[in-house]
């Protein structure tokens, strides 16, 4: 089965990662212009705000880091996988976008939990500092631009990087893979192929 064919309940996905979101002082994305460039938001940062979750979903990623430090992301991270990627209308990723990285996951062989999903448009983080947390081994970033990461190579999308013991995959943004069309296919296929050398699945 591919795994754009795989389809799951919105509560068995929500089930998957209640009790996992790890919250700090955040960027105020309701002061952000929705189609602002990357540059223009990198200038407006500075504005915080306090996400007011349930509090048996908050969950301290390093107590001897500095709270300036501490990272927001959904999942467990038990696999030390990293998702990075640019959603300007939630604070972490809207639920159509979710239940495809879920599609995704479930063909890997993974789930949410293996997880971490960043929200880099409400983060802005480089990647050292995403590091500093999450220790990732692999990182797959569905962004249009990887400059927030601050790395010191540029690779196409789908082309594997290795880097600081971390296996990079850049992607296109997740909105790309969401239409139902020929294009859209292709760029599955070319997602899905990247995937499979990625984690060296069969």
């Known amino acids: 089965m ?3 064919d795989i389809q799951l309940p919105a509560d068995y996905i929500a089930s998957m990662y209640k009790d996992t979101l790890v919250i700090i002082d955040n960027p105020n ?4 212009p929705q189609n602002a460039p990357i540059q223009e938001h990198l200038k407006e940062k500075t504005a915080t705000t306090t996400l007011q979750p349930n509090k048996k979903q908050v969950v301290q990623a390093d107590n001897n880091l500095d709270n300036a430090t501490v990272l927001p992301f959904l999942g467990e991270n038990k696999k030390k996988i990293a998702i990075l990627v ?3 209308t939630v604070p972490f990723i809207r639920e159509e976008w979710l239940q495809f990285l879920s599609n995704i996951l479930l063909a890997c062989k993974l789930n949410i939990g293996d997880v971490a999903i960043v929200n880099q448009y409400t983060t802005i983080q480089t990647f050292k500092a995403l590091q500093q947390t ?3 081994n692999y990182c797959i970033m569905f962004l249009s631009d990887m400059q927030t990461l601050d790395l010191p190579f540029v690779v196409p999308a789908y082309r594997m990087q290795k880097h600081s013991n971390c296996s990079f995959l850049p992607a296109k943004p997740l909105s790309t893979y969401l239409p139902d069309d020929a294009i859209t296919k292709e760029e599955k296929r070319k997602l899905w192929l990247s995937l499979k050398n990625l984690f060296n699945l069969k």
Do not use: G, P, T, V
Not at 29 to 32: L, V
């Open 134 to 136: 999450l220790q990732s």
């Open 29 to 32: 994305i309701n002061d952000q």
């Open 2 to 4: 591919k795994f754009e």
């Open 86 to 88: 640019w959603d300007e």
